[in-house]
């Protein structure tokens, strides 16, 4: 009896630690899309590839602390794991942005299953020999990021502000396709 007690103790175990939390908001595309005026119609898109955005704000990131870090899921067949899992997909990020409400310094990173794979970043910048603070950082990316068959898709953001004690807001927001091959 204690042997199986152990057994199932231990599958609990690891069950528990191989569990993602997934953060944030994904909005998925419909290829259908309304057509303006209201009512009077439906259209196809005419891009073949489902269109995904992510959103998530960062709350009281430290300055100068550790990242803090979110998992992202993009799941268009709805079975609660990243399409990634699919060798005939693949999800790519297409558009990285990051948004710092309070002005605060700071920068995202995104990796996945290989590593870091882009960073962007807010703060001062130099202009006409005063700095002044950039608040949004977006970037649209000439070639998109894909990610590896079963890869994970994580984001993390650090506050660079040295010298302050308040932690400070930052909002990411991701956008990207999933294409057949």
């Known amino acids: 009896m204690l042997k199986t007690t152990l057994i199932a103790l231990g599958c609990s175990v690891v069950t528990a630690t191989t569990t993602l939390v997934y953060a944030g908001r994904t909005v998925i595309s419909s290829p259908f899309q309304l057509d303006i005026p209201f009512g009077s119609g439906l259209k196809v898109a005419q891009d073949p590839a489902d269109v995904w955005s992510w ?25 609660g794991m990243m399409d990634t899992e699919h060798s005939w997909l693949r999800v790519m990020i297409t558009d990285l942005e990051l948004v710092s409400p309070q002005f605060a310094g700071g920068i995202a990173t995104i990796s996945d299953g290989t590593g870091k794979r882009y960073s962007v970043g807010v703060g001062g910048a130099s202009i006409g020999g005063g700095v002044m603070p950039v608040p949004v950082q977006h970037v649209s990316l000439s070639s998109p990021i894909v990610l590896p068959i079963g890869s994970s898709l994580q984001v993390s953001v650090q506050n660079l502000i040295s010298g302050g004690s308040n932690p400070a807001p930052f909002e990411v927001n991701l956008i990207g396709r999933v294409v057949n091959l």
């Open 55 to 79: 959103h998530h704000e960062f709350l009281n990131v430290s300055p100068q602390g550790a990242p803090v870090s979110a998992n992202v899921l993009v799941d268009f067949d709805g079975n």
